[in-house]
């Protein structure tokens, strides 16, 4: 079985420019939560999805991120303009339902901002 | 937010000996996982313990929770080099609708040596 799928791997981008990453989930999980991870801590959610609703969004800088999962399958999250603070692994994970008891993590995207 | 606070930050021990890392939480929970982390990859799950289990055990992984004191400990026997990585706690709180949010500590630096 495939698991979560992220890309790219690694994004260098300069302050101010915009900048996506994408996820698929695994095969049949209704459920995908992008995570933020800062250096050192462990996971943030941003957002949780339950097919293609975004239900737990209060986490999310709404300002400057924004996310969309069409079709209830892949997802993409946006930063649009990114600033330097934003440099972090943003992780993509998905389960099978909202009350599944585990999450199954992508290798996530490491996001330079210079 | 992050909920957990792990302890110790990091660990050093020599191949073969036993791990031991500790989280502690704030809130009432229903569950408690504890995650693996290898450098530059998503989080693996490794075993979960439910708020009414005090003991779990997985292979070479021994997990306790202490609900009164708000505590949790993971035990790694016999300790291998492959299981350098960080390790992480994470906390349910189980929301109205029923879905499943999880809230990660800081997480535990592992390093087994040679």
């Known amino acids: 079985e495939a698991g979560v799928v992220q890309s790219p791997r690694y994004k260098i981008i300069e302050k101010k420019q915009p900048v996506a990453f994408w996820c698929n989930p695994i095969?049949?999980?209704?459920?995908l939560y992008w995570y933020l991870q800062n250096l050192g801590q462990g996971p943030e959610l941003l957002i949780r999805?339950?097919?293609?609703?975004?239900?737990?969004d209060s986490q999310l800088p709404k300002d400057r991120f924004s996310a969309e999962r069409l079709k209830g399958v892949d997802s993409t999250l946006k930063i649009q303009p990114a600033e330097l603070g934003d440099s972090a692994v943003y992780l993509c994970a998905s389960s099978l339902t909202a009350r599944a008891d585990t999450q199954y993590f992508g290798p996530g995207t490491r996001l330079t901002v210079l | 937010s992050q909920q957990g606070e792990e302890d110790p930050q990091a660990l050093s021990i020599q191949e073969g000996e036993n791990a031991t890392m500790n989280c502690s939480y704030k809130?009432?929970?229903?569950?408690l996982q504890w995650y693996r982390q290898n450098s530059g990859r998503g989080l693996v799950h490794l075993i979960l313990i439910r708020s009414n289990e005090r003991e779990k055990h997985s292979g070479r992984l021994r997990v306790t929770l202490d609900t009164s004191k708000k505590s949790s400990s993971l035990l790694i026997t016999a300790s291998r080099a492959a299981d350098t990585a960080s390790y992480f706690c994470?906390?349910?709180?189980?929301?109205?609708?029923?879905?499943?949010?999880?809230?990660f500590g800081q997480g535990t630096r592992l390093t087994i040596n040679p």
């Open positions: 999805y339950e097919n293609e609703e975004a239900v737990d």
């Open positions: 095969s049949g999980h209704n459920t």
């Open positions: 809130t009432s929970i229903n569950n």
């Open positions: 994470a906390t349910d709180a189980l929301e109205i609708q029923g879905a499943q949010k999880l809230v």
